[in-house]
């Protein structure tokens, strides 16, 4: 007889053998990782892990498409009453991830393999668009509400958002001394300067 799959069961340890791998990249990075590794991390032999995922490579982009999934429920959350305080909070959230040591190493990691791997690229690719539509969507929504400058391109405006991003864990990898979460008030006043907001809150 059969047994029969309990879906639940099965999605939870998906996502447990995920966290373990997503640990092991962050600590030793993709190609240091063995399948041994990802089997002791994860409690689970080969055969069961293989029996989740066909491959290494399969395991990273399970991984990528996971925070594709949470950035888009995160931003599914907002209501839309106040876009610019969404992009604030999104900025703060920015900062407690870049305040974790392993999701800062495994976030540069995967920028890293996208050079290598055109199949990691088409992913982070994906993830980097989803992420600029969401920017821009509540770029223009603050416009709206003469929140932010109405002149400002959305587009031009995400971009530099998510450079200024990219900036905060490049920065944390840098320097040891760099303490994310010391920088909120200056990361939202930057933030708010460049928007063309006053100190009220409202467009200069």
């Known amino acids: 007889m059969v047994r029969k799959l309990d879906p639940d069961k099965h999605e939870a340890r ?3 053998i995920l966290t373990a791998a997503a640990a092991c990249f ?3 990075g993709f190609h240091q990782t063995s399948t041994a590794d990802l089997c002791a991390a994860a409690g689970t032999s080969p055969g069961n892990l293989f029996h989740y995922f066909p491959s290494k490579s399969a395991i990273i982009a399970a991984i990528i498409d996971q925070e594709a999934e949470e950035t888009a429920a995160y931003f599914a959350t907002l209501t839309g009453d106040d876009p ?3 992009l604030l909070r999104f900025l703060d959230l920015a900062l407690d991830l870049a305040a974790d040591p392993a999701y800062v190493r495994l976030a540069l990691e995967t920028a890293a393999e996208a050079s ?3 199949l990691v690229a ?3 690719a994906r993830n980097d668009a989803a992420l600029q539509e969401a920017l821009r969507g509540l770029l223009r929504a603050a416009a709206a509400r003469s929140r932010i400058d109405p002149a400002l391109d959305p587009t031009a405006a995400a971009a530099w958002i998510g450079a200024l991003i990219d900036g905060l864990f490049n920065r944390v990898a840098l320097d040891p001394d760099f303490r994310p ?3 909120r008030a200056a990361l939202r006043r930057m933030a708010l300067r460049f928007l063309a907001v006053g100190d009220d809150g409202a467009a200069s």
Request: charge should be positive; aromatic fraction near 0%.
């Open 122 to 124: 088409v992913r982070v």
């Open 14 to 16: 998906r996502r447990a």
């Open 84 to 86: 610019l305080g969404d």
């Open 116 to 118: 290598r791997d055109s």
């Open 26 to 28: 962050a600590d030793r």
């Open 181 to 183: 979460q010391e920088q």
